[in-house]
C-alpha cells in the first residue's frame, strides 16, 4: 500500500518554527516531485511549496516565500518543510503530495498524506 505520512506539526506561537516531514512507504516515489499544499478552515486548499526529484529546481507560492524552505532525502524517501517566522495565517492543515510532474495545482497530484495540523497562536 502506497502511503505519504506526515509529521512535525503543532501549535507554535507567531514568530516560532516548525519542521514538517513526510514520510513515503509502499514504492520509492523515484522521479516524482513533492509538493505541500496547506487548507485553513473555510478556504480551499492552496500551494506553499514544491521540489523536483533532484532537488535542484523549488518554487514556492508568495506568501511562504522567504520563510519556508522545501527539501528532500531521497535515501529516506522522505521530504521536508522547514517553516520558519510563522503568522497565524499560517494556521492550516498541511498536506504532502507526490506526482511525476511539479505542479502548483492540487489537482495534478496522484498521491496525497492524510495531513498535519499546524496551529500559529498570537
Known amino acids: 500500500q502506497v502511503q505519504l505520512v506526515e509529521s512535525g506539526g503543532g501549535l507554535v506561537q507567531a514568530g516560532g518554527s516548525l519542521r514538517l516531514s513526510c514520510a513515503a512507504s509502499?514504492?520509492?516515489?523515484?522521479?516524482?516531485?513533492k509538493a505541500w499544499f496547506r487548507q485553513a478552515p473555510g478556504k480551499e486548499r492552496e500551494f506553499v511549496a514544491s521540489?523536483?526529484?533532484?532537488?535542484?529546481?523549488?518554487y514556492y507560492a508568495d506568501s511562504v516565500k522567504g520563510r519556508f524552505t522545501i527539501s528532500r532525502d531521497n535515501a529516506k524517501n522522505t521530504v521536508y518543510l522547514q517553516m520558519n517566522s510563522l503568522k497565524p495565517e499560517d494556521t492550516a492543515v498541511y498536506f504532502c503530495?507526490?506526482?511525476?510532474?511539479?505542479?502548483?495545482?492540487?489537482?495534478?497530484?496522484?498521491?496525497w498524506g492524510q495531513g498535519t495540523q499546524v496551529t500559529v497562536s498570537s
Open positions: 503530495a507526490a506526482d511525476l510532474t511539479r505542479s502548483t495545482v492540487d489537482g495534478d497530484y496522484d498521491y
Open positions: 509502499g514504492r520509492t516515489f523515484s522521479g516524482y516531485a
Open positions: 521540489i523536483s526529484w533532484s532537488g535542484a529546481n523549488t
